[in-house]
């Protein structure tokens, strides 16, 4: 039927998520764009607590890349802190979510 359920969710999340220290720092502003919808809820009720655990899961492994802490812009930057910000709305376990 082309719908995913959460369990898929989750597991196509991941599988992105191991991708993304591959990544070149160019494209690390794709992953943030792609999983932020997710952060910030807006995806139907069945499974957004499945997509917001694969989204923060994403967000934390593009903050944990190598590249990004010595070339990303102050633009890049702002942008993520901008995403988390209006993720907090949402998810009362952020600060667990971002192992921080």
Not at 7 to 30: F, K, M, Q, Y
Not at 36 to 53: F, H, N, R, V, W
Request: with cysteine; charged share 20%; proline share 2%.
């Amino acid at each position: 039927t082309g719908e995913a359920d959460g369990s898929d969710v989750l597991a196509l999340g991941d599988l992105a998520t191991t991708l993304i220290p591959h990544l070149t720092v160019e494209n690390l502003e794709l992953v943030i764009r792609v999983f932020a919808p997710a952060l910030k809820g807006g995806i139907e009720d069945k499974t957004m607590a499945s997509a917001q655990k694969a989204g923060y899961r994403a967000i934390t492994a593009v903050m944990q890349h190598e590249a990004a802490a010595s070339q990303w812009k102050v633009q890049d930057v702002t942008s993520l802190w901008s995403t988390l910000k209006d993720a907090r709305q949402t998810c009362t376990a952020l600060k667990a979510r971002l192992l921080c």
